[in-house]
């Protein structure tokens, strides 16, 4: 009966163990009041020509009881940003956690959740490293409904098209990243919603 009781504790383990190595790190699940502007939640604008609304959806939902609802209509030689993190205009759009908090070497992906219309908008996610260059992946509205897209850090590129003048343009992915922005790409129009951002170890 003994040996039962160890092999069921040891089975107990072995699946705690599993669980925590499957866990990400939660940086943002976009729960409360999501307002922009200077004392935002989210840093968010758009500009010439293009236009982007961002609310809280309570009616899909990954996780949580709300989802980043992003209405947009971005044209050719426009531009748009939905940005979450540190060192951003909008005051209150840090993540849930800072940083420096974050032990990077237990993190090599960052993950988001994205609900789509198979509207073929292409999605640029942007992630600011510590020099404040920016690293870019995209992803296609190609599917119907939520679906994780999962990035290792290593397949971000460099932006070629834009940098901060503050860069450092290394070509250096410098950790720790400080931020990160999800912009959908002209011309595009239309609805996407965003939940559950994470860091993983792949
Ligand atoms: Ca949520
Ligand atoms: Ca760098």
Redesign the pocket.
């Known amino acids: 009966m003994k040996k039962i009781v160890f092999s069921i504790t040891g089975v107990l383990m072995l699946a705690a163990i599993c669980f925590a190595q499957d866990k990400g790190l939660l940086l943002d699940?976009?729960?409360g009041a999501l307002s922009g502007g200077p004392d935002g939640t989210v840093d968010f604008g758009a500009g010439n020509g293009s236009s982007l609304e961002v609310t809280a959806a309570a009616d899909i939902?990954?996780?949580?009881k709300?989802?980043l609802k992003a209405n947009f209509d971005a044209v050719t030689g426009g531009y748009m940003y939905i940005a979450k993190g540190f060192g951003l205009d909008a005051k209150n759009s840090a993540w849930l956690v800072k940083p420096q908090d974050i032990d990077w070497k237990k993190y090599n992906a960052i993950s988001f959740y994205m609900f789509g219309a198979d509207t073929k908008t292409k999605v640029a996610i942007d992630i600011k490293d510590n020099g404040n260059e920016m690293w870019r992946f995209m992803v296609t509205d190609d599917f119907k409904g939520w679906k994780k897209t999962v990035i290792p850090f290593k397949d971000f590129f460099v932006r070629g098209d834009w940098q901060p003048d503050n860069a450092d343009k290394n070509a250096v992915l410098d950790l720790p990243i400080k931020s990160y922005q999800l912009e959908p790409l002209p011309p595009a129009k239309g609805t996407l919603y965003f939940?559950?951002v994470e860091l993983e170890q792949l």
């Open positions: 699940d976009f729960e939902v990954h996780s949580g709300q989802s939940d559950q």
